[in-house]
């Protein structure tokens, strides 16, 4: 039963200092615009997850998640949020909830978080609990169950292997029968390619189709330079942060680690392949840093916020900047960057959780599809909190960005077009 994961999350937070302590209100980052930018960074994890995994290791998220829909809300079944809530929140701290438990208050707060994500993920799929989510009733599982599953790809010894059987078979089950949702040809198919990439690499039965034709359309969408089209159309977005390049590339980990099949292509190349245009990618996203830290207010799902930089992130997690953007450069960009964002007018309720709006509350922002429990993909933004305190990314010394050293007329690199 996951229920021990609780009990033994209640007795950790216990001995957590105040400043990490999980049962009083997290302290609003935004006051930290100088601090460190792995404890500022930490200090938004913790404002982030608190408020949801506490409460849904105590099946009472639903219960204390008061929802907010956009102005513009389709009128589709509002208890979609809860799952997106969750499972974008785990995508996210996923990386640093596989760091190691320690003795300092980061580890405290990290063994807690663990055993309640655990009894969260018990609870999601546990027909007697109040927080069960909501896995059939609308199309809208399919993108968010990708997320869910995302996170026990990139933290499967803390957050899979220690799962009940019961539990684990629930997922899994919930997790086929998403098959039933017709897959819109525009990024919903690595969403579904997600999913299956994910059973691939538990070892379950696994759709080819879903995973390899996914792979080849987006390789189709490809339209140079780094960018990719969502669907048919471009449409200047950010939507190669938030879906695009971070889950074809796990998508391919999986196929090269797992050596499945590819007809007519080698896995390994198109995960290389997918690793430059990605780097790429990122390139444009670090210029898009101005010297303060704003940067353009650009597309749909702006409310994301720091998700855009979802590609700089991973590919820092992973070690595999380009040579082009330095780790200490990269390190100073997504600083300003999120202080920019979060050290503006509240991005939190009165009671903790994230609101609509791109800095501070501006529901007028919203899509069609979007809630508050959207908003947590924001945590992708903190993916380079994978690596301790003590990883090159986090010691080596401090460089300026690029736009900073533009405007400061100082030398900076010119940038070409690529044709890979």
């Known amino acids: 039963m996951e229920r021990r994961h609780f009990m033994r999350a209640a007795a950790l937070g216990s001995a957590l200092s105040p400043a990490l302590g999980a049962q009083a209100a997290p302290a609003n980052v935004g006051s930290a615009g100088a601090a460190n930018p792995r404890d500022y960074q930490l200090a938004l994890l913790q404002q982030l997850a608190v408020p949801v995994l506490g409460p849904m290791a105590q099946g009472q998220l639903k219960q204390r998640f008061a929802l907010e829909l956009s102005p513009t809300w389709d009128g589709r079944d509002p208890s979609v949020a809860y799952l997106e809530c969750f499972g974008r929140l785990m995508s996210g701290i996923a990386p640093w909830l596989a760091l190691p438990v320690d003795e300092t208050a980061e580890g405290r707060l990290r063994g807690q978080l663990q055993q309640q994500a655990l009894q969260a ?195 820092a997690w992973r070690k595999q900047l380009p040579k082009s953007l330095p780790e200490g450069q990269v390190r100073s960009a997504l600083h300003a960057a999120h202080v920019a964002i979060w050290g503006g007018p509240s991005n939190f309720s009165a009671s903790g959780y994230l609101n609509i709006g791109f800095r501070g509350p501006q529901p007028e922002l919203g899509d069609w599809y979007s809630n508050n429990g959207s908003m947590y993909i924001a945590s992708a933004g903190l993916l380079a909190l994978g690596l301790p305190a003590s990883d090159s990314f986090w010691t080596v010394p401090a460089q300026d960005w690029t736009q900073k050293k533009a405007f400061a007329s100082a030398k900076f690199p010119k940038d070409y077009p690529v044709n890979y």
């Open 121 to 315: 993920y018990s609870n999601s799929v546990d027909p007697a609990s109040p927080d069960l989510l909501n896995w059939r009733s609308h199309a809208q599982a399919l993108v968010d169950s990708a997320y869910f599953t995302n996170a026990l790809m990139r933290a499967p010894k803390v957050l899979w292997e220690p799962l009940s059987a019961q539990t684990k078979a629930r997922i899994v089950a919930e997790i086929k029968g998403l098959r039933r949702f017709e897959v819109p040809y525009i990024n919903w198919l690595l969403f579904a390619a997600m999913n299956e990439a994910w059973l691939l690499s538990i070892g379950e039965d696994w759709d080819p189709m879903r995973m390899n034709g996914a792979i080849r359309k987006i390789n189709e969408w490809y339209i140079g330079d780094g960018w990719i089209k969502d669907g048919q159309d471009f449409h200047f977005d950010y939507y190669s942060s938030y879906v695009m390049y971070p889950m074809l590339l796990e998508i391919l980990d999986v196929l090269v680690a797992r050596k499945a099949p590819f007809w007519n292509a080698k896995p390994t190349d198109l995960l290389a392949q997918a690793t430059a245009r990605a780097q790429r990618f990122a390139e444009h996203l670090e210029r898009f840093i101005g010297p303060e830290g704003s940067y353009p207010p650009i597309g749909r799902s702006l409310t994301y916020r720091t998700a855009t930089f979802q590609p700089l992130a991973l590919l």
